[in-house]
């Protein structure tokens, strides 16, 4: 997709980004997005990895079946 912002907001099969004051929706599945971390990390999150309510995240969440090599994704 291209687009560069800020998540601000989680729903199971959604991520919200606030880009350039606009708010935009992107749907999890079938997506991969990368993340520049403040310690200057990247991060490159397979969406349906990832496709839980957020609350419930963090405990089903496996890192092998969402995380993904970067180097594949422009």
């Not at 991520?15 to 990368?34: A, S």
């Not at 839980?52 to 090599?69: L, S, T, Y």
């Amino acid at each position: 997709i291209g687009l560069r912002g800020e998540v601000i907001d989680e729903t199971k099969n959604m991520l919200v980004f606030r880009v350039n004051d606009k708010i935009k929706m992107i749907q999890k599945k079938p997506n991969v997005f990368r993340f520049y971390l403040d310690d200057g990390n990247v991060v490159c999150i397979r969406g349906s990895g990832i496709l839980f309510r957020p609350h419930e995240g963090a405990k089903k969440v496996k890192p092998r079946n969402a995380i993904v090599d970067c180097d594949g994704y422009v």
